[in-house]
C-alpha cells in the first residue's frame, strides 16, 4: 500500500519534493531509490521480521520506513528519549533483529540488547548509483492484515504495550482523513513530531505519502526554526500539540504573513488551552482546529476540518469511524451526557503485541475499542471531550473530571498550564490538587489562584493544594504525566 503510493509518485512526480530537512533534500524518485536500496541492506542483515527504526522526524524517517516496509518486515518505531533502561524494556519485549539509526545514538544504542545498524556506516552513495541505472523492484505483496509497525505507548498509565496496527488500519486512516478533512493536493507540510509517536507517524510521514505532497523536517523543535520553515516553505498544514503553538507565540519575530500560507493547523495530544486558540488567532490570522485520536485508532478518531469547526469540540467522527458512548454501568448513555468513548472502524488496532489478556480488556468481539476517555457528543455530531475515565475524581460522592478545573484555571491571565490530579481525603474520599505552570515573566500565587477558581467552579471542585512550577514531568509529545504528578506531593 505504502510502497505502491511511493512507486507511483516517484513515476507522476519524480522531481518533486518529498522529504527536506536541513541537511538534505529529497526528490520522490531519490526517495524511492533511497528506500529500495534499504530494502536491500535490512533484507540482507536480518531474518528476523521485525526491525527498530531509531531516528527523529527528518527526511530519512520516510525513506527507513519505506525500505523495512519493503523488505516486507515490521517496523518498529523507538522513542531515543526514554531513559536507556525504559528504552531497553521496549526493546526486549519486540526483540528487533537490529535497529536502524544514526551515530548521534550511538551511546543510547550501545545500551540497549539489539544490534544497531548506523546508516553512516553503509555505503549508500554507491548503491544509489547503481540503483539509479536499475529499474525499481515491485512492491511486496502485503496483506491488508499484515502488520506494519508495532508502536509503543508512552507509557502515561503504566508500562508501555506495543500496538500492533496493520497496513489496512494506517492506510485507511490516512485515507479517511484525507477525505474526511477536504484535504486536496498538492500541499507542503511541517513535520515537528516524533515519528516513534503515532500522531506524528501517520500525519507528518504516511498521509503525506498518499498525498503525494511535500514535507519539511524539523528534527530538533526549535521554534525560531520552526517559523523560518513555515514562511520560507509556504507551509499549508501544520499538525502540532498545544506546547508547540503556545512556543510560537512566544516567537517575537514571528510574524502575521509567516503564516499566510497555512490552510489547516490541527492540534492534538492534549487538550488545546483555550487562551493558546485566541492568541493564535488574533496573531497570526490561524484558527487552531482540535483532533482526537489514540495509537490504538492510528491514530485519528475525529477532527474539525478546514469548513468545520466548533471551539470546544474535537471535530466530527471522520468517515467509517463508529462512537458508542457508555455510562459506567456499561448502557448507552442519553444524548449529551457525558459516557466512557468507544470506537469501531477500520483504523482500530489489530492487539497489543504479545498481551492477549489487555488486549481482550479494552478491545470485544465486536470491533469496539474501549478508549479510557470520557466525553459527549452534540446535537450536530461534535465530539467534547470532558476527562479520562481512570483520572475522575469522586468528591463527596460527586463525579468530577479534571479538564474541568484545568480549564478554569487555564482562563487565569498568569496561567500557562494546569494539570488537576486527586489525592485521598478522610472526609470527602479525594480532593483535586492543582499543578499550575505560569507564563513566562509572570508571577501567580496560591492564594489569587483559589479566588479566581472560586468564581466558576462549586465550592468541592476548588484545589485544596495548589502547587506552581516551572516545568512538570511530560511524555515524548509533551503531554503533562499525571501518574508522576504525585510523586511530586
Known amino acids: 500500500m505504502f510502497v505502491d503510493a511511493l512507486l507511483n ?18 526528490t520522490f524518485r531519490q526517495l524511492a531509490q533511497l528506500a529500495a536500496v534499504l530494502r536491500g541492506i535490512v533484507s540482507q542483515e536480518t531474518a528476523c521480521e521485525r526491525v527498530g527504526v531509531m ?17 516486507s518486515k515490521i517496523a518498529i518505531p523507538l522513542n531515543f528519549l526514554l531513559n536507556p533502561d525504559e528504552l531497553a524494556s521496549v526493546v526486549n519485549d519486540a526483540e528487533p533483529g537490529l535497529i536502524v539509526t544514526v551515530r548521534h545514538f550511538r551511546d543510547l544504542a550501545a545500551r540497549l540488547p539489539a544490534r544497531a545498524l548506523f546508516l553512516e556506516d553503509l555505503p549508500l552513495r554507491r548503491k544509489l548509483v547503481l540503483a539509479a541505472l536499475r529499474r525499481l523492484p515491485p512492491a511486496p505483496r502485503t496483506g491488508r492484515d499484515d502488520t506494519a509497525v508495532i508502536l509503543y505507548t508512552s507509557g502515561t498509565t503504566g508500562q508501555p504495550k506495543g500496538v500492533q496496527l496493520s497496513y489496512e488500519n494506517l492506510y485507511s486512516n490516512c485515507v479517511d482523513t484525507i477525505a474526511s478533512l477536504k484535504i486536496h493536493p498538492p500541499q507542503t507540510f511541517l513535520n515537528v513530531l516524533p515519528p516513534f509517536h503515532v500522531f506524528g507517524l501517520t500525519t507528518n510521514v504516511l498521509v503525506p505519502l498518499v498525498l503525494s505532497a511535500s514535507v519539511y523536517a524539523v528534527p530538533r523543535f526549535s521554534p525560531l526554526a520552526v517559523v523560518q520553515t513555515i514562511a520560507q516553505r509556504r507551509i499549508t498544514m501544520i499538525m502540532a500539540i498545544p506546547s508547540m503553538y503556545a512556543a510560537l507565540l512566544r516567537t517575537k519575530s514571528a510574524t502575521r504573513e509567516a503564516f499566510s500560507s497555512v490552510l489547516l493547523a490541527i492540534s492534538g495530544g492534549e487538550p488545546l488551552p483555550d487562551q493558546v486558540r485566541r492568541a493564535f488567532e488574533e496573531r497570526f490570522g490561524v484558527i487552531l482546529k482540535e483532533g482526537y485520536g489514540l495509537t490504538e485508532t492510528s491514530p485519528v478518531v475525529a477532527a474539525c476540518g478546514p469548513d468545520e469547526y466548533r471551539h470546544g469540540t474535537v471535530g466530527k467522527p471522520i468517515r467509517n469511524v463508529e462512537l458508542r458512548l457508555l455510562s459506567s454501568d456499561g448502557n448507552m448513555v442519553s444524548p449529551g451526557d457525558d459516557g466512557e468513548i468507544l470506537v469501531r472502524g477500520p483504523g482500530v488496532m489489530k492487539g497489543y503485541y504479545r498481551r492477549p489478556e489487555e488486549t481482550r480488556q479494552v478491545l470485544d468481539s465486536e470491533g469496539w475499542f ?27 460522592g460527586e463525579n468530577v473530571f479534571p479538564r474541568e478545573i484545568e480549564a478554569v484555571l487555564e482562563r487565569h491571565e498568569g496561567v500557562d498550564q494546569a494539570a488537576v490530579v486527586g489525592v485521598r481525603d478522610d472526609l470527602r474520599g479525594e480532593t483535586p490538587v492543582a ?11 496560591e492564594a489569587e489562584l483559589r479566588r479566581f477558581a472560586k468564581q466558576a467552579l462549586a465550592g468541592f471542585k476548588v484545589p485544596r493544594r495548589i502547587e506552581i512550577r516551572e516545568d512538570l514531568p511530560r511524555g515524548p509529545t509533551g503531554k503533562i504525566l499525571k501518574r508522576r504528578l504525585r510523586k511530586l506531593l
Open 9 to 26: 509518485a516517484s513515476r507522476r512526480d519524480p522531481t518533486s519534493v518529498a522529504a527536506a530537512d536541513g541537511v538534505r533534500s529529497l
Open 55 to 71: 531516528l527523529p522526524a527528518s527526511s530519512t524517517f520516510p525513506a527507513v520506513l519505506m525500505g523495512v516496509f519493503w523488505s
Open 370 to 396: 474501549r478508549t479510557g476517555d470520557v466525553g459527549h457528543l452534540a446535537p450536530d455530531g461534535f465530539l467534547v471531550l470532558t476527562g479520562r475515565a481512570k483520572e475522575m475524581l469522586i468528591i463527596g
Open 435 to 445: 499543578f499550575v505552570i505560569p507564563k513566562p515573566a509572570t508571577r501567580v500565587t
